[in-house]
Each structure stands twice: as C-alpha cells, then as structure tokens.
Nanobody, 123 residues
Framework: QVQLVESGGGYVQAGGSLRLSCAVSGLTFSTYNMGWFRQAPGKEREFVAG???????SKYGDSVKGRFTISTDNAKTVYLQMHSLKSEDTAVYFCALDRGFAISTTELAYRYWGQGTQVTVSS
C-alpha cells in the first residue's frame, strides 16, 4: 500500500525559509508524479508544485514561482524548499502521488495523499 508521510512543517517569520519532505513507501510501480498542494482555512486546496519521478520535469503554481523549489533525490523522497515565505503561505501542506503521464495541477488527478503538515508564517 502506497504511503506518503510529510515532515518539516513549522512556524517561521515572514521572509524565512522552510523545507518540507515527503517520504514515499509501498510503491509497486516505477513511474509517477509527485505534487505538493496546500489548503488554508476556508480556502480550496491549491496546487503548489509537481515533479516527475525522474526529477527531470517540474511545474509550479503562480503564487510560488521563484520562491519555492520542488526536488527529489531518489524518487522515494520529495522535497519542497520554500524561501521568502509570506503570511499568505500559511496553510496545511500535503504531498500527493499521481500515476498519470503529465504533471497535473488538479487534486482529483492524485490518488494517494499524505496526512499534511502545518506551515505557519507570521507577519
């Protein structure tokens, strides 16, 4: 059974940095995409970034371009490096896995989800 476990969330002041990790286990297939989504209170879940299992292609949401970087070191752990954090980045961050060919920005495309990790940015 595929399991995704996020870590690295926390409390940071505006302008600071955090790195989130997502450990993937239980895979029985070798090609997939990983995504990071976030959900703030009272808001819909928002696509943050996605990456192919190989690490050779990635995609970002408009609100985080130039500040966040998604990466993978061995296709079993995916990272989200976040710089220049703003108060509006405060949310629960989820990692997710999609077996499609292209990196999707739609949460419905992702079948497997982690439990989420809270990121709080103080202004």
């Amino acid at each position: 059974q595929v399991q995704l476990v996020e870590s690295g969330g926390g409390y940071v002041q505006a302008g600071g940095s955090l790195r989130l990790s997502c450990a993937v286990s239980g895979l029985t297939f070798s090609t997939y995409n990983m995504g990071w989504f976030r959900q703030a209170p009272g808001k819909e879940r928002e696509f943050v970034a996605g990456i192919k299992w190989s690490g050779y292609s990635s995609k970002y949401g408009d609100s985080v371009k130039g500040r966040f970087t998604i990466s993978t070191d061995n296709a079993k752990t995916v990272y989200l490096q976040m710089h220049s954090l703003k108060s509006e980045d405060t949310a629960v961050y989820f990692c997710a896995l999609d077996r499609g060919f292209a990196i999707s920005t739609t949460e419905l495309a992702y079948r497997y989800w982690g439990q989420g990790t809270q990121v709080t940015v103080s202004s």
